[in-house]
T-cell receptor, first 112, second 116 residues
Framework: LAKTTQPISMDSYEGQEVNITCSHNNIATNDYITWYQQFPSQGPRFIIQGYKTKVTNEVASLFIPADRKSSTLSLPRVSLSDTAVYYCLVGVQNTNAGKSTFGDGTTLTVKP | KAGVTQTPRYLIKTRGQQVTLSCSPISGHRSVSWYQQTPGQGLQFLFEYFSETQRNKGNFPGRFSGRQFSNSRSEMNVSTLELGDSALYLC???????????????FGPGTRLTVL
């Protein structure tokens, strides 16, 4: 499974857009890119998943360049409740969907 | 639809004891995975069960074991507990179809195990 690299922490202010970039140089052809969010003492929660180009849902957008060696999670107009750890996962094919490899994650702190 | 439930939520044990944790997946989900989360090691995959069979296994010693029942409920057991086993144990379920698309994992709230 591909290894991912993310910033350890990021700070932002309410109302700003936050972009968290994840590097995954060894991504395989069939791999998907998935992001999870985790609040303290809770299990991770699926945010968004994509394969290439751009994916948008009601919570976030995911930008994936043509070479797919990186991806950027974009959170529009963050609020204090977006303070959490964000994990980028790569290489989670269906046959290995139950064996997600979580990296160290990015701790996002949103300040008032 | 009810989410993934885990019992108990909190547990305190002493070294050398054994413990059994339970996980009930979302109705219709046949895959159940277990993870250990600690401040030092982060989220680590333990094992996955699908249709009562272990399909994937992480790098944990044999003291960690699990099983899945015909109703997809799963249990994990840790024998001869060590201080380092203190962690949040998370269970996740997914539909795990036979297609090539990603199957989102739904996590439970976890069981906080403290080993004294």
């Amino acid at each position: 499974l591909a290894k991912t690299t993310q910033p350890i922490s990021m700070d932002s202010y309410e109302g700003q857009e936050v972009n968290i970039t994840c590097s995954h140089n060894n991504i395989a052809t069939n791999d998907y890119i998935t992001w999870y969010q985790q609040f303290p003492s809770q299990g991770p929660r699926f945010i968004i998943q994509g394969y290439k180009t751009k994916v948008t849902n009601e919570v976030a957008s995911l930008f994936i360049p043509a070479d797919r060696k990186s991806s950027t999670l974009s959170l529009p107009r963050v609020s204090l409740s977006d303070t959490a750890v964000y994990y980028c996962l790569v290489g989670v094919q269906n046959t290995n969907a139950g064996k997600s490899t979580f990296g160290d994650g990015t701790t996002l702190t949103v300040k008032p | 639809k009810a989410g993934v439930t885990q019992t108990p939520r909190y547990l305190i044990k002493t070294r050398g004891q054994q413990v059994t944790l339970s996980c009930s997946p979302i109705s219709g989900h046949r895959s159940v995975s277990w993870y250990q989360q600690t401040p030092g090691q982060g989220l680590q995959f333990l094992f996955e069960y699908f249709s009562e069979t272990q399909r994937n296994k992480g790098n944990f010693p044999g003291r960690f074991s699990g099983r899945q029942f015909s109703n997809s409920r799963s249990e994990m057991n840790v024998s001869t507990l060590e201080l380092g086993d203190s962690a949040l144990y998370l269970c996740a379920s997914s539909f795990r179809s036979g297609g090539s698309s990603y199957n989102e994992q739904f996590f439970g709230p976890g069981t906080r195990l403290t080993v004294l």
